[in-house]
């Protein structure tokens, strides 16, 4: 059974830095491509920032240069370090695997709610 179970959440003031973390299993970690997405209520689900196998990774321009996407392949875990937050970084943040040879194989955590605010 796959899970991603997100955690690290909460919530922060404006300008201050939040990490969270996703932990895989049930899956081969290095086959999948990890992302982040985030979700506000009434709003399309977003990319965030994603990292292949080998560390390549991929920023929206809404978050270049203050987030940063790392994954610890021993661990099977991903994170996402959030600087400089702002209200409007303020969702519910979602974990995501692709499997690299077919897109068509992805699965999703439940999500963890980082609020920004004062």
């Known amino acids: 059974q796959v899970q991603l179970v997100e955690s690290g959440g909460g919530l922060v003031q404006p300008g201050g830095s939040l990490s969270v973390s996703c932990a895989a299993s049930?899956?081969?970690?290095?086959?999948?491509?990890m992302g982040w997405y985030r979700q506000v209520p009434g709003k399309e689900r977003e990319l965030v920032a994603d990292?292949?196998?080998?560390?390549?990774?991929n920023y929206a321009d809404s978050v270049k240069g203050r987030f940063t996407i790392s994954r610890d392949n021993n661990r099977n875990t991903v994170y996402l370090r959030m600087n400089s937050l702002k209200p409007e970084d303020t969702a519910v943040y979602l974990c995501?695997?692709?499997?690299?040879?077919?897109?068509?194989?992805?699965?999703w955590g439940k999500g963890t709610q980082v609020t920004v605010s004062s």
């Open positions: 990292i292949t196998n080998s560390g390549s990774t």
């Open positions: 995501n695997a692709v499997r690299r040879v077919d897109p068509n194989i992805n699965y």
């Open positions: 049930g899956i081969i970690f290095s086959f999948y491509t």
